[in-house]
């Protein structure tokens, strides 16, 4: 019977799982990919938009050679600081079910094992489910919903849909490696600044404007895609207006959902949230309304990176003491 089992080993998994073993806890994470997998989807080479000091678990760890990490800094950061500090993680295991058998009693089903508990901690981020736009050919080979690198797409006609900073990274990643890169986007998100509303940053924006003066990118004010097609694809701008573009390479990169299944199946109640639904938690304890079940990191409202660390040094201590 483990004290406390923590699904998912991304940033708040991990912060988690350290703030466990301080507190003495006989704990385990159980991730179903590889440590610090959302980090590792990212695109290949990115900077990350984070400062250091919003990223890391101690300050003073996470030692940049610029600013702000690239994605393979942060990637081996995190790693590194799961072995260092021997941290309970088993990797490449899936949760498939949890149940709460009695107060203080959970077992926690896998694809590999079944375990015991007395509380769990969903840290399962908000990736499993990506946003698609529902449109014929969409399922073609040629569209991705995920943007890793550009090499591929050299002279190539990319087009970008999506109104976020993935989308705007991926099409001026795309321009300055030398794609025909478009980027559809619905004028709301191109004129948003609002960084609460996640917009596109503005170090992103402003060199996505340099290569619009340049003619490197173009910005295609969207009202909808109407179909992919082999070689071409079919949209309506914001006037109606029919139009074809050849087309070799569509990003559809308009978000992602988190996975609420195993947390519904136990009755944790959910309701609509600034970026989707999210489970109903106690602001202070981030227990949900099924005693001795928690939740942290991108599913909550506390969704960047920052507040994916903070939250269980916070609230594990807790945990740790209701437990004793
Ligand atoms: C391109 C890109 C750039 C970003 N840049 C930044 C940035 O600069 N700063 C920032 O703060 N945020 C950034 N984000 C968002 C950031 O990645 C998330 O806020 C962060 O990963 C949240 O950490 P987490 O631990 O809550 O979730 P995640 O890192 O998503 O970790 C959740 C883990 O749970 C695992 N899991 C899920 N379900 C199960 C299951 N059933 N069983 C076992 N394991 C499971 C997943 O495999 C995953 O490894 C960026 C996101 C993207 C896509």
Not at 310 to 317: H, Q, R
Request: glycine content about 8%.
């Amino acid at each position: 019977m483990f004290d406390l089992i923590i699904i998912g080993a991304g940033p708040a998994g991990i912060s988690a799982a350290y703030e466990a073993q301080k507190a003495g806890l006989d704990y385990l994470v159980v991730e179903k990919n590889l440590i610090g997998s959302t980090i590792y989807q990212y695109p290949i080479g990115l900077t990350v938009f984070s400062t250091v000091d919003e990223l890391e678990f101690n300050a003073g760890e996470l030692r940049p050679a610029r600013e702000k990490p690239t994605r393979e800094e942060l990637l081996n950061y995190y790693v590194r600081f799961v072995l260092d500090n021997n941290l309970n993680v088993r990797t490449e295991e899936e949760v498939r079910g949890v149940e709460k058998l009695s107060d203080n009693h959970f077992r926690i089903t896998t694809d590999k094992d079944i375990y015991e508990s007395r509380a769990v901690l969903f840290a399962i981020g908000a990736m499993d489910h990506v946003r698609r736009l529902g449109v014929p050919g969409e399922d073609l080979p040629k569209v991705h919903h995920l943007f890793r690198e550009t090499f591929p797409y050299v002279r190539k006609n990319a087009m970008v849909v999506g109104g976020g900073n993935s989308a705007g990274e991926a099409a001026l990643f795309l321009a300055q490696a030398g794609a025909n890169a478009i980027l559809a986007i619905f004028r709301a998100d191109w004129e948003n600044n609002d960084p609460k509303q996640g917009c596109i940053k503005y170090w992103v924006k402003q060199p996505l404007e340099e290569e619009l003066s340049k003619e490197c990118l173009n910005v295609y004010f969207l009202k909808r895609v109407v179909e992919i097609r082999d070689r071409e694809i079919v949209l309506e701008n914001e006037d109606g207006r029919i139009e074809t573009f050849p087309n070799d390479v569509v990003f559809i990169l308009i978000g992602a959902d988190a996975e609420l299944g195993l947390l519904t199946n136990l009755g944790v109640e959910t309701r609509p949230g600034r970026y989707g639904t999210v489970p109903v938690y106690d602001e202070e304890t981030f227990e949900t309304n099924v005693p001795g079940v928690y939740v942290v990191g991108h599913f909550t409202e506390a969704r960047h990176i920052a507040g994916a660390i903070k939250t269980p040094k916070k609230i594990v201590p807790l945990i740790a003491a209701r437990l004793k």
